[in-house]
């Protein structure tokens, strides 16, 4: 078992939030490439090969890990931020699009936490980042999340980011939950991912809510977004005016309204 | 002695998102030792077994305990392992019930993997299929096309030749060019009535459309020194004619813009027949057909009694000249190699009789002018 570091942090903001990290000497804690917002004097930044969690040693290891890493669709490399200082120094990394921060501590839910391909924000060293390959066509077809999720495995602490509000269930042994498919943040290693049909063809054609359910069944936690990323990017690129999109809030008015309240 | 270890356990007084509690599969029962707690065990006739876990790899036990539902999950493949293959005599059943549960899953995930694989596969293959027997497939499809069909082509696309170009209908040159076809064809048993037009032109060219229609250059005749090098350019594009060439290339360039469309479902490059149809002077060769028009042209050079080395001297002119001013080049890759190839096959034939032709060449040349 690598060593795990233990950090401290606090999360600051409502929707649009980042998270700042306490890092006693030594400690250190690693990003996705691109997520750092601020840091202190004392804190070295080094861009390295994988994950550094050092669970795969030797090179032949880390070109694995890093060809898992470009799967998920996210860089080959990731940033490691150490304390080189004597004293305890601070590092904050800020969620990309509104929604909430999440932290993970790993060790208290199994030690392995699978979520969405873009959802992980940053972890203390030791954790180490994977892929989790949908081997089911179905799920991975019309589950939402696509054939690849990535798979948070160690003891330490995970930062994970969700679009919107974020709900957390814990369902009990045999409990089942039906979600939109594409609200999965993440869930518990024992949680069972499944998709189901909607069940009638009228709701599947007219409902809008597509023709698969996601239903997670316990035991296990579970994490969802009210707002993931491609919804709200869908409703903001029909609504641009260069994509011919338009879309008034209320107004009656329709194209007058539009010229007289002037944003034409 | 069962199988022991720690598993994920959810379940009255546990924490909610579950606890590692370590376990043995004892002969009798499930005993679980949760921290909080005394040991805790379980009949085995309470509890299911399910797969569990993202990629359905784990196992669950499940069983309700005064109406709580609780569930110990082995996370660790190796435990799971262990437990199927050395169950206890009261979990036999349900392990037997699971492991079937595993291999439908197995069976169901490869089917519709090889369901995924071969729609992937299929356009592949049958490109394969159709790049590998392409020659037969097009000599298929040739043969089941009437001549009246290929007439029609042939008319369209000389029509379309014609009206972007001044077509000689009297003169010398058009006399040598009609006597000199119709001697070379008066041997050759065809569907095909020949048609022979001369086309003022500064080009070095000369082609035939599918159906009979056979164009010369008026540049062409200039280029000749004498009756029987033209004869010997005739005689080659009768064997296109006649070999059908035009219109295997016709039927191999749609067939693949029909094939990629279907497979590719780009229906815009189905539009292009018409089009292509009117380029059908410049559709080019491939060396066997010209390897076959040139033996086929010295056969009918042969019979119509016209001397051979015409053929071969304008070949070797030809070749000569530089690639951009000979048009007749770009559609009929000329080389040294296949005047060689002609000599050759004369030297083995031997010399036949020859009659000459009963125009004054000069004068003809004269009659289409000078550069």
């Keep these: 078992m690598p060593q795990m570091h233990v950090i401290d942090y606090e999360i600051f903001g409502s929707e649009m939030q980042y998270v700042e990290i306490e890092l006693d000497p030594e400690e250190a804690a690693v990003a996705e490439a691109g997520g750092m917002m601020y840091m202190t004097d004392g804190i ?133 939950l039906r979600v939109d498919t594409g609200c999965i943040v993440a869930m518990q290693s024992s949680v069972q991912y499944d998709i189901e049909y909607v069940g009638k063809i009228k709701s599947a054609l007219f409902g809008g809510e597509g023709l698969f359910f996601a239903t997670l069944r316990g035991p296990g936690r579970i994490w969802l977004q009210s707002l993931p990323l491609s919804r709200l990017a869908n409703r903001i690129y029909a609504a641009a005016p260069q994509t011919g999109g338009r879309r008034e809030e209320g107004s009656i008015l329709g194209g007058l309204g539009g010229l007289l309240d002037g944003d034409r | 002695m069962g199988v022991a270890g720690a598993g994920l356990c959810f379940g009255a007084g546990l924490a909610s998102q579950g606890e590692r509690v370590p376990f043995e599969v004892g002969s009798e029962r499930l005993v679980l030792w949760p921290k909080s707690s005394r ?238 149809a009117s380029r059908l002077g410049s559709l080019k060769f491939s060396r066997d057909q010209e390897t076959a028009a040139d033996l086929g042209g010295l056969a009918l050079l042969r019979r119509a009694r016209i001397d051979p080395r015409g053929m071969i001297a304008f070949f070797d002119t030809l070749a000569k000249e530089e690639h951009g001013r000979v048009a007749f080049l770009s559609t009929h890759p000329v080389s040294t190699e296949r005047a060689a190839r002609l000599r050759a096959e004369v030297e083995n034939s031997g010399a036949w009789p020859t009659e000459p032709f009963p125009y004054a060449w000069t004068d003809v040349k004269a009659s289409v002018g000078t550069e």
């Excluded at chain 2, 020659?135 to 008319?155: C, F, K, Q, T």
């Design chain 1, 44 to 176: 070295e930044m080094e861009t390295i090969f994988g994950d550094g969690s050092g669970s795969r040693p030797g090179l032949f290891g880390a070109l694995v890990g890093a060809g898992k890493r470009l799967l998920t669709g996210e860089s080959l490399f990731m940033t490691v931020f150490v304390n080189k200082s004597r004293e305890k120094r601070r590092v904050a990394f800020a969620a990309p699009y509104p929604g909430k921060i999440v932290p993970m501590m790993l060790g208290e839910l199994g030690g392995r936490l699978i979520c969405q391909k873009d959802a992980f924000l940053c972890a203390a060293k030791g954790v180490s980042i994977g892929i989790a390959f949908q081997k089911r066509l179905g799920v991975g077809l019309f589950g939402g999340e696509g054939f690849i999720m990535e798979k948070l495995e160690g003891d330490g602490l995970a930062f994970i980011h969700a679009g919107g509000t974020l709900a957390e269930r814990t369902l009990a042994p045999g409990e089942m």
């Design chain 2, 39 to 276: 040991e805790h065990g379980v009949p085995y006739q309470a509890i299911h077994l399910d797969p569990g876990g993202f990629d359905r790899r784990h196992i669950q036990l499940r069983w309700a305990e005064d109406g709580v539902a609780w569930a110990l999950v082995l996370d660790d493949e190796r435990l799971a392992k262990a437990v199927r293959t050395h169950p206890p005599d009261g979990l036999r059943g349900e392990v037997e019930r699971l492991g079937a549960r595993f291999a439908r899953g197995r069976v169901m995930s490869g089917l519709g993997w090889s369901l995924v694989a071969a729609v992937v596969l299929v356009p592949v293959v049958a490109l394969g299929v159709l790049w590998w027997q392409a020659d037969r497939i097009v000599d298929a499809a040739v043969g089941r096309i009437p001549v009246s069909w290929e007439e029609r082509l042939g008319e369209s696309a000389f029509s379309q030749v014609a009206a972007g170009a001044t077509v000689l209908t009297t003169g010398p040159a058009v006399e040598a060019v009609e006597g000199i076809g119709a001697r070379l064809t008066a041997s050759v048993e065809s569907p095909y009535t020949f048609r022979w037009h001369v086309v003022d032109d500064a080009q070095v060219n000369a082609f035939a459309v599918p159906g009979g229609h056979v164009v010369v250059f008026t540049g062409l005749i200039r280029a000749a020194e004498s009756g029987d090098e033209l004869a010997g350019v005739l005689a080659h594009e009768i064997q296109h004619v006649v070999l059908r060439h035009s219109l295997r290339g016709l039927v191999r360039t749609m067939g693949w813009r029909a094939a990629l469309s279907i497979l590719f479902g780009n229906t815009g490059s189905l539009a292009g027949v018409g089009e292509l």
